[in-house]
Nanobody, 124 residues
């Protein structure tokens, strides 16, 4: 069983930055595909970014490409989401996800583990 714990959310002004962290338990973290989803009030959960087990490949939603960067440190069992140039439409609860089978796609159903979420609020 893997537990994911997000941190780093908060309130920031438009144009600002935040870095989310996701600490994972489990000795096989280094073999998991990891990612981030978000859900705004009244909206469906949407894919934000993902990263391969080695960190060599990353994928982003068009809405965040060029502004967000996903990275991981397998020695620390941690994945990060650096968010720059934040916009009010980025306001959402952000969830860290993990897949045992190297999946890094956009379907939330394919991920095996989810964190509890961290709130990000961007004021205009």
């Amino acid at each position: 069983q893997v537990q994911l714990v997000e941190s780093g959310g908060g309130l920031v002004q438009a144009g600002g930055s935040l870095r989310l962290s996701c600490a994972a338990s489990g000795r096989t973290f280094g073999t998991y595909g990891m990612g981030w989803f978000r859900q705004a009030p009244g909206k469906e959960r949407e894919f934000v970014a993902s990263i391969s087990w080695s960190g060599s490949s990353t994928y982003y939603a068009n809405s965040v490409k060029g502004r967000f960067t996903c990275s991981r440190d397998n020695a620390k069992n941690t994945v990060y989401l650096q968010m720059n140039s934040l916009k009010p439409e980025d306001t959402a609860v952000y969830y860290c996800v993990a897949d045992r089978g190297y999946y890094t796609g956009t379907s939330p159903r394919e991920y095996d583990y989810w964190g509890q979420g961290t709130q990000v609020t961007v004021s205009s």
